[in-house]
């Protein structure tokens, strides 16, 4: 076994290492992102909940407002 072929095998395996590293990096960011996401909707959900607002409500809401009908607003 040459010094040649332990040079070539060592840079081999640093390769192989990086891209190995490289690619469970980009797995545990694309999974993080999803997470992320998830953790906005179930927040969203959550905030609607206590709340009890929901979008058709803010809709109904913002029409009231754009139309000027402020003395019904809170009526209904």
């Given amino acids: 076994y040459s010094t040649e072929n332990k040079e070539e095998s060592s840079q081999g395996i640093g ?9 469970f990096s ?10 992320s996401e998830t953790a906005k ?20 809401f913002k029409e009231k407002v754009e139309k000027g009908n402020y003395d019904k607003i809170g009526h209904e």
């Fill in 15 to 23: 390769q192989k290492a990086r891209s190995t590293a490289e690619e």
């Fill in 26 to 35: 980009r797995q545990a960011n694309e999974k993080t992102e999803k997470i």
């Fill in 41 to 60: 909707e179930v927040w969203e959900d959550a905030k609607e909940a206590v709340v009890g607002e929901t979008q058709q409500e803010k809709e109904k």
